[in-house]
């Protein structure tokens, strides 16, 4: 097995492992598996009775709830009291931020929204854009530019990153999210950003201490000037590295870079023609780890309460 290899399974740790495990069990909004709940929290919920039904089969948000808002008002509730409580280390990244909870795939409706730091306790489906910033170098070919993040974020502080990312928000689109993204990570100006080009995406299941990664990121690549250099406007960015493709590609292996950004500067390497099969023994399996089915990972078929219990329709 290749060094890359197993990169690549070490990021889909949950995908290859945990998923089959059966610990963790479906998360049930309106019917639909929307997520996955390890242990270690259905526990928890136990406590909220009249907002999780927690069974030995899943987890059910209460379906008594009318609507949206007051399925996210309830959630949120709980969320906040966790959150008082420091009942998981992923709350203390609360960020007053909120991902849309999703039906089944991408385009379903929406059911209730959560602050970011939490949908990872329930294995909810995460959407992400991300933007390879590269220059093309008379003499050291593509080389790319990463970002080292801030000591202060809540995750993964001082690690190497891609030049530009972040999770796709309540209200905002992936190409609005790009731009808004490149602005304040790198203060990319926009007559620069007419260069972007879209390039697909990239999926992976990742599991940590935090909780579960089930994660989309919409991928974009950004030709940029020689004369160019990043800088960041958020505070979230201590500084800014322009590498040569093959030094990039050896710092995805250190403990130095994070983890979950590793398949989108895999993908454009291998895009660019900078991976290929012909250097790659187990290319095959890596384009795989790549993408990941985590559109129907989730049974679609809604779930029913019949005689008191929870049965798959």
Same mark, same amino acid.
């Given at each position: ?69 007051? =399925?996210?008002? =309830? ?23 909120? !991902?849309?909870? =999703? ?194 990972? !989730? ?15």
């Amino acid at each position: 097995m290749s060094r890359l290899l197993k990169l690549a399974q070490k990021f889909n740790c949950f995908y290859l492992s945990g998923l089959t495990s059966g610990e963790c069990k479906p998360f049930i909004v309106e019917g639909y598996q929307v997520g996955l709940v390890r242990p270690d929290v259905m526990k928890m919920l136990t406590q909220y009775p009249e907002v999780f039904t927690v069974t030995s089969g899943c987890v059910e948000l209460n379906p008594a709830f009318r609507d949206y808002e007051e =399925r996210t008002t =309830r959630v949120d509730e709980v969320l906040r009291q966790l959150r008082s409580e420091q009942a998981f280390i992923a709350l203390k990244g609360w960020r007053d931020e909120c !991902y849309e909870i =999703r039906a089944t795939e991408f385009s379903s409706k929406n059911l209730l929204k959560m602050d970011r730091s939490a949908t990872c306790l329930f294995g909810v489906r995460n959407y992400g854009v991300d933007i390879n910033g590269y220059v093309k170098h008379p003499t050291l070919g593509i080389c790319i530019w990463l970002q080292q993040r801030s000591p202060t974020k809540q995750t993964w502080p001082d690690k190497w990153d891609n030049m530009v990312g972040g999770g796709l928000s309540v209200g905002l689109g992936i190409l609005e999210t790009a731009h808004k993204e490149a602005m304040e990570e790198a203060s990319v100006p926009p007559q620069l950003m007419e260069n972007l080009t879209s390039a697909g995406s990239v999926s992976f299941y990742f599991e940590s201490e935090r909780g579960l990664f089930p994660n989309t990121e919409f991928v974009f690549d950004l030709e940029l000037p020689l004369d160019f250099t990043p800088s960041n406007a958020d505070g979230e960015v201590q500084k800014f590295e322009l590498l040569p493709a093959a030094k990039c590609y050896e710092r995805m292996f250190t403990s130095d870079f994070k983890t979950t950004s590793v398949p989108v500067v895999l993908d454009f390497m291998i895009r660019h023609g900078l991976i290929t099969a012909e250097t790659e023994p187990n290319f095959p399996e890596i384009l795989e780890l790549l993408h990941v089915p985590l559109q129907t990972v !989730y049974k679609k078929h809604r779930f029913v309460k019949e005689n008191g219990q929870i049965n798959e329709k």
